[in-house]
């Protein structure tokens, strides 16, 4: 049986040649732990699985899984093992073979290896269509087989490189679902890497947030959403306002923030903020009062732009001066009791309580 382990980063950094693509991440994942590497096109997120899994060499830092420093340790030496996008399954040999795969490049004889590939299918609910060959099988099946090849090896942490990229909607939330159950089921940690921020939400017991080859935010979902640390990873998890202002009075653990519109409002000083200081805050979407006679210093008057319908949520966007972009959800039947239109200029009002601020990028 599998021991379940922690990993850590110690300084990791990718070059290649004057580009860098991952830049001194340091992260302790710990064992048992399901963790998305989360952020948007060329942050780095590929790199780091790829290093992590032994794919790629590192060009400074280490990597350590429980006791064993692993950073300069072939693939297959590690403990760890790699789902690929792809799922790279072998189009000539049967799922059993393709299972059994690298217990084979071990010299584990036939029969004790594809025995332990028919557990393996049974564990991902495959063994019914061992006898197939991968073209004989739909993308949710593929990728079950790919997942049960990874797992034969008995890894102590399982590399998901955008395991559900390939997969329509349906199937995704099912397979995300799988995957999980699996993760809880082995007690190993899982890493996968994705795009996609409600994936993140949904599997994650840490999201880790990457941004130009750094980590913006690691931390269990519900902290990444409702604290966000930047302005980076509040754009990114959506469902924010971010505002950029400055502080114009600091009092009694309040502060007033100025957007440049002129329209000015209180937020908590958590953070000893000083008079003069640039700052950018948060607002969710869904914590803003429409049409409210807005209680002097906390809000701002807008013009609606755009109505979105979304079903539960009507998501509407406003212009304000000296903000970029504004936008509330109200509840659907909220909405509809008192409808907006295009044009209308709606006061928008929210508690002090809802104002949270952010920090500056480790990025920028
Ligand atoms: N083999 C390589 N040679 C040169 N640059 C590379 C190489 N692989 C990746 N990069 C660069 O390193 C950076 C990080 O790439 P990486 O693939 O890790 O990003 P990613 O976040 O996984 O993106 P995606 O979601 O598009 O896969 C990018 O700027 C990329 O262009």
């Keep these: 049986m599998t021991k379940a382990a922690e990993i850590e980063l110690i300084e990791v950094t990718k070059r290649y040649g004057p580009a860098l693509a991952v830049d001194a991440v340091s992260l302790k994942i710990p064992a048992g732990t399901y963790c998305c590497l989360l952020g948007p096109s060329g942050c780095g997120k590929t790199t780091t699985l ?36 792809s799922y790279a399954l072998f189009p000539h040999l049967d799922i059993v ?5 690298s217990l084979k490049m071990a010299g584990v004889a036939k029969p004790a290896r594809r025995g332990r590939a028919m557990e393996m299918l049974k564990l991902v609910q495959m063994d019914h269509l061992a006898e197939r ?17 990874a797992l034969i090896t008995d890894p102590q942490v399982l590399l998901l490189d955008e395991p559900l990229s390939a997969l329509d909607p349906f199937l995704k939330i099912k397979v995300r679902q799988e995957l999980k159950k699996l993760q809880l089921q082995l007690g190993i940690s899982f890493i996968h890497v994705t795009h996609s921020q409600e994936e993140a939400m949904a599997l994650s017991d840490l999201v880790v947030v990457m941004n130009g080859g750094r980590i913006e935010q690691a931390a269990a979902p519900r902290e990444v959403f409702n604290r966000p640390s930047t302005a980076f990873v509040a754009r990114f998890m959506g469902d924010h306002n971010v505002l950029a202002g400055r502080v114009s009075r600091v009092a009694e653990g309040n502060a007033t923030f100025e957007v440049p519109g002129g329209a000015s409002f209180t937020v908590p000083d958590t953070e000893g903020l000083e008079a003069g200081a640039p700052v950018e805050i948060a607002v969710r979407t869904d914590r803003i009062r429409l049409g409210d006679g807005a209680a002097p210093g906390c809000g701002l008057t807008g013009l609606v732009q755009n109505i979105e319908y979304h079903g539960q949520k009507v998501q509407v966007a406003l212009a304000a001066p000296g903000v970029d972009e504004f936008a509330v959800q109200v509840p659907e039947t909220a909405f509809f009791a008192a409808p907006l239109a295009i044009g209308d200029a709606v006061p928008l009002a929210w508690t002090a309580q809802d104002v949270h601020l952010l920090k500056p990028s480790p990025a920028a």
């Design 50 to 85: 790829r290093m992590i899994a032994g794919h790629e060499s590192v060009s400074s830092g280490d990597i350590r899984l429980g006791p064993a420093v692993v950073t300069d340790l072939a693939p297959a030496k590690r403990g760890t093992a790699m789902m690929f996008q």
């Design 97 to 101: 073979d393709n299972v059994a795969f």
């Design 133 to 149: 060959r991968p073209a004989q099988l739909s993308g949710g099946q593929q990728q079950r087989v790919a997942l049960a090849r």
